[in-house]
């Protein structure tokens, strides 16, 4: 859906060809604090390697985070840009930088630094050595609260179990892909978009490298509590129809239990002179039935409305402007902010 090679110049693919190109894709929403810090380093590192680009995508900051990013850019034809039309969320924003990689490898890495931009070489290595998906995974979490890192733990093994994906424990956003897997990936065309839980689908080859998380180097989280609770319905609701089965087995199970509940009400007043006294049971009951029906209903719910979110077509971004992604890309989104078909 997202094809952009017939825009992207012609020496740039023949470049390709005979070295290795790296991409690398970071989405950037309000780092005014650590946007220079991030470029520095990541450009110290990546220097090392034959070719590189460094994709930043600024997911609609109303900070000045696109001021210093032109900034620099002007300075350096390896820092491209590309600023979405409003922000769009950091799943889409790793899409729409991914749509623009134009390397054999692409790799995903958070603004803030609590992802070492100097393990990439090492995980270029692997891909050397035949792995379409590198994973960095964590092994511990420093400057993260026992509230994100409790609920983080819980959440990936929670999703493991409940979707039946192979989505590595403690491994975020932050992976290398080869060509076909960012291929395959961008092919994707879900609007709901759960990077990790897709990157799981592709399957490939997979390889892992070890590293230990950073606190963030300055700045704030993006992720609100509302902003992660939604992401992990995407999780969970976007890979499995469980919730949709869990409803029907409620459904089964409070038919049982009145069934059971009726048969002894009958027999009771066969078999005794017993009246059934019933205000409060038959409250409990009423309101027990409705709380399972609107419970239902609202899981029923949320998948409607993916696939309302679906069938709209929209597409999953519009782009304001890029730099340095070449005069025919950066002029085409001064004319019209759609990617081209
Ligand atoms: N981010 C984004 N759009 C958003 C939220 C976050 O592009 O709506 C970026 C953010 O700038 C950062 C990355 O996604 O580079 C991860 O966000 P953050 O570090 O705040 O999340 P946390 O590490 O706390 O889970
Ligand atoms: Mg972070």
């Not at 180097?217 to 949709?244: C, E, H, I, Q, W």
């Amino acid at each position: 859906m997202l094809e952009f090679s017939h825009l992207l110049d012609e020496s740039v693919t023949a470049a390709v060809k005979d070295t290795e190109l790296h991409s690398v894709v970071v989405p950037m929403f309000n780092e005014e604090s650590v946007a220079e810090q991030f470029v520095a380093r990541a450009t110290a590192t990546l220097t090392k390697l034959t070719e590189y680009e460094l994709i930043v995508v600024d997911d609609g900051s109303e900070d000045r985070t696109y001021e210093i990013l032109k900034r620099l850019a002007d300075h350096d034809s390896h820092l491209k840009l590309v600023r979405l039309a409003r922000n769009f969320g950091h799943q889409t924003a790793i899409s729409a930088g991914m749509a623009l990689a134009a390397g054999d490898t692409v790799t995903v890495i958070d603004a803030d630094l609590q992802d070492p931009p100097e393990l990439i070489p090492d995980m270029v290595e692997r891909w050397r050595a035949g792995a379409d998906v590198v994973f960095a995974v964590r092994e511990t979490r420093k400057g993260e609260t026992i509230f994100k890192r409790a609920s983080a733990s819980l959440f990936y093994r929670f999703i493991r179990s409940f979707t039946k994906m192979d989505i590595p424990l403690d491994a975020g956003d932050f992976r290398l892909m080869s060509r076909r897997a960012a291929d395959a990936l961008i092919g994707m065309p879900e609007h709901n978009r759960f990077v990790r839980g897709l990157v799981a689908w592709i399957g490939l080859r997979r390889d892992h490298v070890h590293y230990h998380r950073d606190p963030r180097y300055a700045g704030v989280t993006k992720y609100s509590l509302p902003k992660m609770l939604r992401f992990a319905a995407d999780g969970v609701l976007s890979f499995s129809n469980r919730p949709l089965q869990l409803a029907v087995w409620l459904g089964f199970l409070s038919s049982a239990v009145s069934a059971m509940l009726g048969l002894y009400f009958i027999v009771l007043r066969l078999t005794t002179n017993q009246i059934v006294e019933g205000w409060t049971s038959l409250m409990l009951v009423v309101l027990f039935l409705g709380g399972v029906q609107l419970v239902t209903l609202g899981i029923v719910g949320e998948y409607v409305g993916r696939i309302h979110d679906e069938v709209r077509g929209r597409p999953l971004y519009l782009v304001d402007e890029t730099a340095n992604m070449g005069e025919d890309l950066d002029s085409h989104f001064r004319r019209t902010p759609l990617p081209p078909r």
